[in-house]
């Protein structure tokens, strides 16, 4: 009786919240099916984009050789570049899903990161460089457009403010609805990047062509032109910069980080967290290493279960942590002394 009631309780035991044969894995699956769904969203998002900016580029472009505007052929070149940088978006959302293999043992989430970093330089050069350009150009030039130019280009810039607008509306609901917000998602990022300059940028490309059409000077219509390629040069540097601290190695933020030890040192088995390092190998996974220093008293056989369990309950409560190595570590005095741990990310 006494071994069966032993193998009762070992049965119990493993079924308890927080033990080996809790149910972590499926807060994991529940995360994965979140993730999916939300790609599904951000995958339209980016679809709608890229229509919306086909037909206004080539609406743009037509429009701006029939008128001679350097403001709308900036904004022509600014929509091809959206253009392009979609279609990086779309191979993003759908390279970075593949799953972990030898040669890449932590998953392909940084692919994301990657054509988010190449769609910033697209918008820089193809889009930046050009408005630029062209409003250079226009101070260099004596031209004049002809009223039927004005109004071809105006009536371009009326759609494609629409169509720019709706696209956004469309990017910020789904930033509103998702849970993380904007700063989650890099491809969502620069769909909002994106949509947002170019409404601003037909906003500008508007104002340059009325004033040069009522004042008679060139010099409103470049200053609109430039502008715009400013505009594009800083949009393009921060996604730009964000996208290089992704691939770098970006920690978890400081809350997350805070909470993690605070997990760790809560347990009873644990009498300090050393040292806490995280990494996002992605936009749902996250990689968390520790060192820490168990309480005297543990028998080597049972340290793996200890472990299991403390890992088990870490990935329940953040599922995006699938990747979790605890290292058991002789902890300094200043960390057993449960002073504030060393963080680093």
Request: glycine content about 10%; some cysteine.
């Amino acid at each position: 009786m006494s071994e069966a009631n032993d193998v009762r309780e070992r049965e119990d035991a493993a079924r308890a919240p927080g033990r080996p044969g809790d149910t972590a894995p499926d807060s994991g699956e529940g995360a994965a099916t979140s993730s999916t769904s939300s790609d599904a969203h951000t995958k339209l998002t980016v679809w709608i984009a890229l229509a919306a900016n086909l037909v206004i580029a080539v609406a743009k472009l037509v429009g701006g050789l029939f008128a001679g505007s350097p403001a709308l052929l900036s904004e022509a070149a600014h929509s091809v570049a959206d253009s392009l940088n979609e279609v990086f978006l779309l191979a993003a959302l759908r390279r970075s899903k593949r799953p972990a293999d030898p040669g890449h043992p932590f998953g392909y989430g940084k692919e994301r990161y990657f054509w988010s970093l190449l769609a910033a330089v697209g918008i820089f050069v193809m889009g930046g460089c050009f408005s630029v350009f062209q409003g250079v150009e226009a101070l260099r030039s004596s031209e004049q457009e002809s009223t039927s130019g004005y109004i071809v280009g105006l009536i371009v810039l009326g759609v494609a403010l629409l169509a720019e607008g709706t696209s956004l509306a469309r990017a910020l609901l789904q930033v509103r609805g998702q849970e993380g917000g904007i700063g989650s998602d890099p491809a969502l990022r620069t769909v909002v990047a994106e949509d947002g300059t170019a409404v601003l940028g037909v906003l500008l490309a508007i104002a340059g062509m009325v004033l040069h059409m009522t004042t008679g000077q060139v010099v409103y219509e470049a200053a609109a032109s430039l502008a715009i390629g400013v505009l594009l040069l800083f949009v393009a540097f921060k996604l730009g910069a964000d996208a290089r601290d992704q691939l770098i190695g970006e920690g978890a933020d400081p809350d997350t980080r805070e909470a993690i030890t605070a997990y760790l040192d809560a347990q009873p088995e644990i009498d300090g967290v050393a040292t806490l390092l995280t990494m996002r190998l992605g936009q749902d996974s996250l990689l968390v290493a520790a060192r820490v220093d168990l309480t005297p008293g543990h028998e080597s056989e049972k340290l793996e279960l200890v472990m299991e369990r403390v890992k088990a309950g870490l990935t329940e409560r953040w599922p995006e942590a699938d990747q979790v190595f605890l290292d058991v570590t002789e902890a300094p005095e200043a960390t057993k002394d449960h002073t504030s741990p060393d963080l680093t990310a």
